[in-house]
């Protein structure tokens, strides 16, 4: 493991999609074992994963993410909560009952770091989540406004309420028209989204992706790039 080189990963995923005809979530699938094994013994692996065709998954891309975002930007506290709610669920991968109980002090966030601590519900596990530098900022940027300071839950209704995970997934679908994105967004696609592209990218393995979604086994985790279920127990056996 110690000599394995980057050339020979390429050459190994080249092998499973020519020879072998696996499709891309497959290879992926076994590039993020394979990224996780090599990070236990203290390397990294910096290949990327296999670029997915569409039918496999349809996350947001880039500019579908920046064209949502833009649709609910706005100077007042309920647009800039908007934004915070669309970031954390794309850039963090929180669901979205997860988003409504966040209370006011499970967020912490300074210039350099953050974090958001997540209660699990019935059958889910509590867990910690790091935030990158943009979903820190609308974070900050919604906490600063925010009304009704002394309301013990973060996201707040116009009124000063909690909201419901319905109110979530309309705001969602409404940006989504306005955005003219056509596929149906939802806060699970934005979840989905998160995890996909940071395995794409390249930057985690599937063990720290699945602690980060708050996942209690990998077979979970793995369903977010649609392999079949055969191709799940196999990856699974093989970590």
Do not use: C
Not at 5 to 19: K, P, S
Not at 23 to 28: E, M, Y
Not at 189 to 205: Q, Y
Request: glycine content about 8%; charged content about 30%; overall charge positive.
């Amino acid at each position: 493991m110690a000599l394995l080189t980057a050339e020979e990963v390429r050459e190994w995923t080249g092998h499973l999609r020519t020879v072998k005809r696996l499709g891309a979530s497959s290879v992926n699938l076994r590039l993020a074992a394979l990224r996780g094994l090599v990070r236990h013994n203290g390397r990294k692996l910096a290949v990327k994963g296999v670029k997915q065709q569409k039918g496999d998954v349809d996350p947001l891309t880039g500019r579908e993410l920046g064209r949502l975002l833009a649709a609910v930007e706005g100077t007042d506290w309920l647009a800039k909560r908007d934004t915070a709610i669309l970031s954390i669920m794309a850039r963090a991968g929180l669901r979205v009952s997860e988003v409504v109980f966040l209370r006011r002090d499970d967020v912490t966030l300074s210039a350099r770091k953050g974090e958001v601590f997540v209660q699990g519900g019935k059958g889910e596990k509590d867990r910690t989540v790091p935030l990158g530098g943009q979903v820190r900022t609308d974070l900050q940027a919604y906490r600063d406004i925010r009304p009704f300071k002394d309301e013990v839950v973060f996201f707040l209704s116009r009124t000063g309420n909690p909201l419901a995970s319905r109110d979530v997934q309309r705001m969602v679908a409404s940006a989504a028209r306005k955005a003219g994105i056509p596929k149906a967004v939802t806060p699970h696609l934005l979840r989905h989204t998160f995890a996909t592209r940071l395995l794409r990218r390249g930057e985690t393995d599937l063990a720290t992706l699945s602690d980060l979604l708050g996942h209690e086994n990998l077979s979970t985790t793995a369903r977010y790039l649609h392999p079949d279920r055969q191709q799940v127990a196999n990856m699974v056996e093989e970590l």
